[in-house]
């Protein structure tokens, strides 16, 4: 056989693999992933703004870690994102793919925000908190309920619906806003009770934030083994896999959907109620601030494991404080930190493939003989794989 | 004589040609199969790429701008934004087979962070206040046809725009040409909804979805780009966009996957946005219930058609899958 | 290398992982001729077309054309050698008219003109005697009218090598004949037809000659004439063996289950089944035979509680109480609840018998996940249960927390079928139990079939080969169009008689 007959055969062929790849090399695949986005992030940040590297990740690990404040800070933030994040897990196991977080936890806030402003001077604080739990869970429930009840009547696409159902809460706040405004005029409803601290949760051994991490880690472990070890956990499972299957032994597929939903809903609305009542004390448009969407990917980058997912959270979460150190730092906008979490979670995206697929390069005889050097002997799909050396692909694309 | 219903057209019109760009280039993007949630980041992206172009073009430019330099050279810029941003996406969801919504939110996360940190870092470096103006390019995409004033309503309604929101009409009108009647559109729709199918009948399945991800990303660009110099002037303001680009995306189930239905749509929707301006007596709380109404139209349309279930209305069928052909 | 071999393939080897699908295989068809390949599920024929259609790219091995050696590296290149293929799964657009699906992928003239192209597809279909409406959506065909799109688009590409992968699994013996003299007018054309199937008969009546497959390995390629079926079938499975399923008399048989006049209608509002009445004995097998979509699936799926049902009756004596219960319009839960013992191996065993991302003990506790009156679940039965199932059926899996997904065809179908008579059943329902498993593992599923039936069991057998239900069954059900057309003794039943009553129906007339 001759060079030439061969070169014809493409250079890389992709074979799904058969065998999971072990533990061990998959994170350290995903571990070089998150340090190659990071120096591409560098390379980016120095190009555009010329600062030192090292000064400027000097700058991001003060912004997340770099006082005591800033790491309660941090940590309080992550906290947020965790427990939603944690909320919708359990719809997207079932294969119900809910972008609606931003909207319930909207909702939440909403319904928080309402107890506080409406009934705040009228209930002593034991019961308005338990007012206020109730309703903000049950204002995530309604939102989130919604559209599950079309996607199991009818396959109405939930995606969708959910995303149209974010957009709904958000002008639902920008219309209280200004029913609620304080003061007149303003269209915003500033800090609630900022006298009183009605509704406000209390400080735990004089940490602020401290009742709000207690309950995400509760949650965190609740659903943890929700989703693993009960009964409902294993339905979702079952359903997220196969419906067919799930109707075959019998379960009611329509009332998982509907149930799952709730719960996701719920879990948002809890959400909502820590973000008004436990750290922001007000609420605006911005009061989620895109941590609805962020919860997707966290989920997804966390495989749906409760237990990841406090790491990955952790992760973007440390990004965002950081870059705003950054920006503040050294005078640049704050979009930064979008920017940066979205680099990142590129390379995490784009590294899964490598885990889950095997690359077949061709034999190592031609490969030496020189024929790799022929880029039209590429079969087209294949020539991207070959040409992503690691960072290139998305830098480029970032610099433009 | 001008009357108010001449008015409030005009405007919706001008309202919608940015949801038109996005929803057009969506319906290319989804007919291939690739469900991109990250529009709303490529026209962020689309948009501040047409006003770098122009800024550095007003300021290297002494005295009056040439009109033809004044419009390609964002135009390129936007386009090429655009492209890149679409590439990422087309690499990741295509060539690595990642998570489509997941890849798309994450597109767009990135691209609504560019947009803001360019265009808020010429606005802080070079702007007057805070905000940066390009009123000089912003005015040779304005044009409009000279004899429009001198028509009254029709004049308004018809010809008072500048030139990009015609492209986007016709640009729409010609991709739903494409897509029913030629052999490309053919095999782009054969592509979204059976992948294997396509491949097996020898079209490249891969370049299908890399080319319309990136033609439809360059399209929903040009809203953007519309959005900036011709709806606002010329004048950046971060998150000045808003949620158009979502818009954008829930037009494209309105218009149940067909660019020409999108082009009424999206007049319908421009109407949705602003109606409360229209309506005389309304008090600002009130004013911000009608903005509302877009969002509460398409969850209508769209549990409307999941009840109907026709088999011409659903989406492509590929929608949101990767393709491998080597599976079994 | 022979003159006039118009393909001719050598040494190919196809790995999938570490599964060997292909090693060392040749073949050579020439002009003009019908080469049938012959091989069991899982012997490799699927695998090597892919490779000459250009789906799956060999590991090692050289093809030729016309005695030169070509690289197919997609299905573009294969058309361009005319080569073409005819899927088993119909690769066809379904909201696309067959028109637009047999001119899909080529080139010229950017506006494609469906008029020309209809005119051609006409042309063709007199040519070779087809009969299509081309401007009809694929989705309002039959299978037979599918499978006549396909064959035209690849004639429509001027392919002068013409693969048929399993072309007649699922055609009525009409349509069957109908294909063939098709065929033979393509080979008088001076075409090269690789035909794939698994049935003798056919491939006596319809080849020139014959290339053996056996588990990946190339066996020889044998003349039509100077063979027979005897010796195909002992080249096919590597030792002689006889179909003979030991069947015992049945005992003890009492009414289990009486199913009177069924209604069902599908999503399109088609009528699926029509006034279908019988009975099913307890300690009897009784077989359903009848062609791929006749209604033994809503039959089935009617029975187990998971088809809305417009009319008709389903009862069921308990053997022991003698309590009749009317399951009709039951779910599976209500079904359950009620004390009956109803079990189902369904045809899609990863798709609705199986969650196939699941391991064995998850798959083993589906049905039995809600005991128990905590809101948790209890693993230690399931997973004594799985341990015991992988044990008596002898499954091949690395352990029991392998997804079922990465199990072979065959050890799914135990693992399913372990599950399914681990619950004690008084009903077994199974649809195509041994579609795609091996003749072991197929004597395995028959005897289990049959050890039940002399438990008391009534068995509910669907299958597809006539000469299986013959031997295995003791009453065979022909349905045709969701119509009953004949209820038989099948230790008296005639294959030809099976034969003809499947095709009885309200269609029979159509397809004339």
């Known amino acids: 056989m001759t060079e030439k007959k061969r070169s014809s055969e493409p250079l890389v062929r992709i074979s799904a693999r058969t065998v999971p790849m072990p533990a061990l090399k998959a994170w350290g695949i995903r571990l070089g992933a998150i340090v190659a986005a990071l120096l591409l992030a560098a390379v980016f940040v120095v190009t555009v703004t010329g600062l030192n590297p090292f000064e400027v990740y000097a700058s991001l690990w003060k912004g997340a870690f770099g006082s005591l404040t800033m790491f309660k800070r941090t940590v309080q933030n992550t906290a947020v994102l965790l427990c939603i994040s944690l909320a919708v897990t359990p719809a997207f196991k079932m294969r119900f793919w809910n972008i609606g977080a931003e909207g319930q936890v909207m909702a939440g806030c909403i319904a928080t925000a309402a107890c506080m402003i409406l009934v705040g001077d009228k209930l002593p604080t034991p019961l308005l908190m338990l007012v206020m739990v109730i309703t903000s869970i049950l204002a995530g429930v309604i939102w989130a309920v919604i559209p599950a009840f079309f996607k199991a009547n009818w396959n109405t696409n939930e995606t969708l619906f959910t995303l149209m159902m974010n957009y709904i809460a958000i002008q639902l706040t920008s219309y209280l806003s200004t029913v609620w405004e304080n003061p007149a005029g303003s269209a915003h409803i500033g800090v609630i009770n900022m006298k009183t601290k009605v509704g406000w949760f209390p400080s735990l051994f004089g940490e602020k934030y401290l009742l709000n991490i207690l309950i995400v880690a509760a949650i965190t472990a609740a659903v943890y083994v929700y989703l693993k070890y009960s009964k409902h956990g294993y339905e979702i499972s079952v359903v997220g896999e196969s419906e067919r299957t799930a109707k075959y032994v019998g379960m009611n597929v329509k009332k998982v959907i509907l149930r799952t939903m709730a719960l996701s809903g719920a879990i948002c609305g809890i959400a909502g109620l820590i973000i008004v009542a436990g750290t922001d004390h007000t609420l605006s448009t911005t009061s989620v601030g895109g941590k609805g969407f962020t919860a997707v990917m966290v989920s997804w980058l966390a495989k749906f494991n409760p237990a990841l997912m406090v790491f990955a959270s952790l992760l973007i979460s440390f990004l965002e404080k950081g870059a705003g150190q950054i920006a503040s730092d050294f005078r640049i906008d704050p979009a930064i930190a979008d920017i940066l979490t979205g680099i990142i979670l590129f390379f995490i995206i784009g590294c899964e493939f490598f885990i889950n697929y095997k690359l077949n390069f061709r034999h190592k005889a031609s490969v030496e003989a020189g024929i790799t050097a022929v880029p039209v002997l590429f079969e087209e799909e294949e020539a991207g794989i070959a040409e992503k050396s690691g960072t290139d692909g998305v830098k480029e694309e970032a610099e433009s | ?328 | 290398m022979s003159i006039n071999a118009a393909l001719e393939m050598k040494g190919i080897t196809k790995r999938f992982g570490d599964l060997v699908a292909l090693n060392n295989a040749s073949l050579t068809v020439r002009k003009g001729e019908i080469l049938s390949i012959l091989g069991e599920n899982g012997s490799g024929k699927t695998t090597l077309m892919n490779m000459i259609s250009g789906i799956y790219f060999p590991d090692e091995g050289h093809i030729y054309i016309d005695g030169n050696e070509v690289v197919i590296r997609s299905p573009k290149d294969a058309y361009a050698h005319r080569i073409g293929m005819i899927h088993q799964h119909f690769k066809l657009v379904d909201v696309f008219s067959a028109a637009e699906n047999i001119v899909l992928g080529l080139r010229g003239g950017e506006r494609f003109n469906i008029k020309k192209a209809s005119e051609k597809i006409r042309a063709i279909s007199e040519k070779y005697g087809f009969i299509i409406d081309p401007a009809k959506k694929i989705y309002n065909l039959s299978v037979s009218e599918k499978q006549t799109v396909e064959i035209i688009k690849v004639l429509y590409r001027g392919a002068d090598i013409l693969i048929l992968d399993e072309p007649t699994a699922v055609l009525t013996p009409q349509e069957t004949a109908r294909l063939f003299d098709v065929l033979r007018r393509m080979k008088e054309d001076g075409k090269a037809i690789i035909i794939i199937t698994h049935k003798l008969h056919e491939v006596m009546e319809i080849s020139d000659r014959v290339t053996i497959l056996r588990k990946g390995e190339y066996i020889d390629t044998v003349e039509t004439a100077s063979t027979n079926e005897a010796e195909l079938t002992e080249k096919m499975v590597g030792r002689k063996v006889s179909l003979d399923i030991e069947r015992s008399e049945p005992h003890d048989t009492a009414d289990r289950l009486e199913v009177r006049g069924l209604e069902c209608y599908n999503g399109d509002g088609v009528m699926i089944l029509d006034d279908v009445s019988f009975t099913a004995k307890g300690g009897e097998i009784l077989g359903i035979a009848g062609i791929a979509g006749s209604g033994q699936k809503e039959l089935l799926e009617a029975i187990a509680g998971l088809q809305q049902l417009s009319g008709g009756d389903i009862l069921y004596n308990d053997p022991k109480s003698g309590v009749t219960e009317d399951l009709r319009n039951k779910t599976p839960r209500q079904i359950r609840d009620l004390g009956v013992r109803l079990s189902f191996v369904p045809e899609d065993r990863l798709g609705m018998g199986l969650v196939g991302a699941m391991d064995i003990t998850d798959n083993m506790m589906l049905r039995s996940y809600r005991k128990g009156k905590t809101a948790m679940l209890e693993r230690s039965e399931p997973r004594n249960l799985a341990k015991q199932v992988v044990d008596e059926l002898d499954v091949k899996t690395p352990g029991l927390n392998t997804p079922v997904r990465r199990l072979s065809g065959g050890n799914v179908q135990k693992v399913l079928v372990g599950r399914e008579i681990s619950e004690g059943p008084t009903v077994l329902m199974a649809a195509y139990p041994v579609r795609g498993l091996d003749i072991n593992s197929s004597y395995m599923i028959y005897n289990l079939l049959n050890k039940q039936k002399d438990n008391g069991v009534a068995v509910i057998f669907v299958g597809e080969d006539l000469d299986v239900l013959i031997e295995l069954c003791d009453r065979i059900l022909v349905l045709c169009q969701g119509r009953v057309t004949g209820l038989l003794d099948a230790r008296t039943a005639k294959k030809e008689e099976i034969g003809l009553l499947m095709t009885k129906g309200k269609g029979a007339a159509k397809n004339d």
């Open chain 2, 1 to 328: 004589m001008i009357s108010p219903v001449a008015n409030f057209i005009s405007r919706a019109v001008v309202q919608g040609i940015p949801l038109l760009c996005g929803s057009t280039g969506e319906i290319i993007t989804e007919k291939s199969g690739n469900l991109n949630l990250g529009i709303p980041g490529i026209m962020y992206v689309g948009a501040v790429s047409g006003v770098a172009g122009a800024f550095f073009h007003e300021k290297l430019a002494a005295g009056p701008l040439n009109p033809f330099l004044a419009v390609v050279i964002p135009l390129v810029c936007s386009l090429l934004g655009s492209l890149a941003m679409s590439l990422i996406y087309a690499f990741l969801t295509v060539t690595l087979r990642a998570n489509q919504n997941v890849t798309g939110l994450a597109l767009t996360t990135f691209g609504i962070g560019l947009g803001n940190f360019y265009g808020g870092s010429l606005a802080i470096l070079y702007g007057e206040g805070g905000a940066l103006s390009l009123k000089a390019t912003s005015d040779v995409f304005r044009t409009a046809l000279p004899f429009a004033k001198n028509l009254g309503s029709v004049g308004l309604v018809l010809f008072s725009y500048g030139w990009l929101a015609y492209a986007s009409i016709v640009i729409a009108v010609i991709a739903t040409f494409v897509i029913k009647r030629t052999r490309i559109g053919l095999n782009l729709r054969a592509v979204g909804e059976s992948p294997a199918t396509a491949d097996a009948a020898g079209i490249n399945v891969t370049r299908y979805k890399y080319g319309a991800t990136c033609i439809g990303g360059m399209i929903a660009g040009l809203g953007g780009l519309y959005f900036i110099m011709d709806y606002t002037s010329g004048i950046w303001s971060n998150g000045g966009f808003g949620d158009r680009g979502w818009l954008a995306i829930a037009l494209v189930i309105f218009a149940i996957w067909n660019p020409d239905i999108g082009i009424l749509g999206s007049i319908l929707f421009g109407g949705l946005y602003i109606i409360d301006i229209f309506i005389p007596n309304l008090t600002r709380s009130q004013q911000e219930l009608f903005k509302m109404l877009p969002y509460i139209v398409t969850v209508i349309v769209l549990i409307f058609t999941s009840i109907r279930r026709k088999r011409e209305t659903m989406p492509p069928q590929a929608l949101g899958l990767s393709y491998f052909r080597e599976e079994r």
